[in-house]
């Protein structure tokens, strides 16, 4: 599916990637064709195992595509992970308990050279991004799961990358926590204008957070559909309830179980 995005931030181009296994390869994702501009929030939707992780590891260099072409920020995935290019959040929070949270979000600043003043600068301001103010000093241990993921949220933003990608970074948290996160998490895009890749399988979490929404099918994953948000980019979460969002979701349920037909 082709797309015609201008001043792409992501871009692949018939992007594929085999994993060669024990077992034989694993055709991970086929053909994906795909630009991601600016300021967008793109999220990326499908079964388990359609290889939706694999294209944000390879945006963040962490995979390399087999077949086809891939740049980030107008440079090679590799290139621009070098520069920085990206904070990467995952489903865990994967904060090191030995760290307070302020040193949690110090360590990829300590690693890129940032200056002490400079890094405790960062580190208020993110913590303030993410409604954490205070709690610098606490360990991950003595913080709520939702409190957690807001640090790994913070310590991706604090050396001020372009691009945040996220997997599923919500997805082991409650529902109810999980609204609180998606909302703030609109809130922290519309203030930072950065360009965020996130993983789901939740469609209403899809539906409320993207500008677009690009759904996956399964063996080998390929992108079988891209919808185009027509919702406003102020959101109130009670927005869930409007005829304009159930007809967004009802097309990317119809996207997933189209996806799953050509399988059988
Ligand atoms: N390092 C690897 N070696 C071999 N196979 C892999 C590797 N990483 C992923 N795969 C396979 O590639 C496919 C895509 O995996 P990926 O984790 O990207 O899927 P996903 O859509 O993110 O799944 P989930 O929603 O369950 O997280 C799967 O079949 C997986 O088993």
């Not at 024990?22 to 499908?46: C, H, Q, Y």
């Not at 086809?68 to 621009?80: E, K, P």
């Not at 957070?209 to 891209?226: A, F, H, N």
């Not at 185009?228 to 009802?250: K, M, N, Q, Y």
């Amino acid at each position: 599916m082709k797309d015609t995005t201008t001043s792409a931030v992501i871009e692949a181009r018939g992007l594929g990637l085999t994993f060669e296994t024990n077992d034989g390869p694993v055709r991970a994702l086929t053909d994906v064709d795909l630009s991601i501009g600016k300021g967008e929030f793109v999220s990326f939707i499908g079964p388990s195992g359609c290889g939706k992780t694999t294209f944000l590891r390879c945006v963040a260099a962490l995979e390399h595509p087999t077949t086809g072409t891939l740049s980030v920020n107008g440079m090679s995935a590799d290139a621009a992970r070098q520069a920085r290019a990206y904070g990467y959040v995952f489903q865990a929070a994967g904060l090191y308990p030995w760290r307070t949270i302020a040193g949690n979000i110090r360590l990829p600043l300590e690693i890129m050279g940032f200056s002490r003043a400079d890094q405790e600068e960062r580190i208020e301001r993110v913590l303030s991004l993410v409604d954490l103010e205070g709690f610098g000093k606490k360990y991950p241990w003595q913080l709520s799961g939702g409190m957690q993921q807001r640090a790994s949220i913070a310590r991706a933003l604090a050396f001020d990358a372009d691009i945040l990608l996220m997997d599923e970074p919500f997805g082991a948290l409650d529902e109810i926590v999980r609204d609180r996160l998606n909302e703030e998490l609109l809130k922290l895009w519309a203030r930072t204008e950065k360009t965020i890749g996130f993983v789901t399988h939740s469609i209403p979490e899809a539906v409320y957070l993207s500008t677009r929404i690009v759904v996956m099918s399964p063996r080998p994953g390929r992108i079988t559909d891209v919808i185009e948000s027509t919702l406003p980019r102020e959101r109130p979460l009670d927005i869930r309830d409007t005829p304009e969002f159930i007809a967004i979701a009802h097309r990317v349920r119809e996207g997933l179980r189209a996806g799953h037909g050509d399988e059988v």
